[in-house]
């Protein structure tokens, strides 16, 4: 009885999943994963769905513990997505950075990041661990008509000139 609860406890956890992936109870591919009498052999049995199933596969350890495998395509386009959203995040995060500075030109200011950027890496820098806010004050200082000058500005508009 209490292998049945653990079971139906491991079940549960793959429904809820398998349901944030959009795949139906009927779909879905369950192996109950066993040791055999060699150490480093181990069988697994399939106890839902077939081997046409979608991925991920779930297998059920002896401990209980819910473990999934997929094909090294879906790995792989797994990762390509993660890179991708990434990059997407970073260039977002770089193009906020730059706008809170009030660049003159976008573009130019963009090609000068992205320049220090690739020196950096070059470095061996990753780019993840760039503080980009940094950076673009960093540039600012060093490239300072890329970026208008609040300060003078309202210096001006304190003396009356023209902007």
């Known amino acids: 009885m209490k292998e049945l609860e653990k079971y139906s406890n491991c079940l549960k956890r793959i429904d809820e999943f398998s349901q944030n ?17 060699k150490e480093n052999e181990a069988c697994l049995v399939l106890k839902n769905g077939n081997f046409n199933s979608p991925e991920p596969w779930f297998i059920v350890d002896e401990n209980d513990e819910i473990h999934t495998m997929i094909s090294l395509s879906s790995l792989k386009n797994i990762l390509e997505s993660l890179k991708q959203t990434q990059k997407e995040n970073f260039e977002l995060k770089l193009e906020k950075a730059i706008y809170q500075q009030i660049p003159i030109d976008f573009n130019d200011a963009w090609v000068v990041a992205m320049d220090e950027i690739k020196k950096r890496v070059k470095e061996g820098l990753m780019e993840f661990n760039i503080d980009l806010e940094k950076l673009i004050i960093d540039i600012k200082k060093e490239h300072p008509n890329l970026f208008v000058d609040m300060e003078a500005m309202v210096e001006r508009v304190k003396n009356n000139e023209k902007l």
């Open 21 to 37: 992936l959009g795949m139906k109870k009927e779909d879905r591919a369950i192996f109950e994963m066993k040791q055999t009498e």
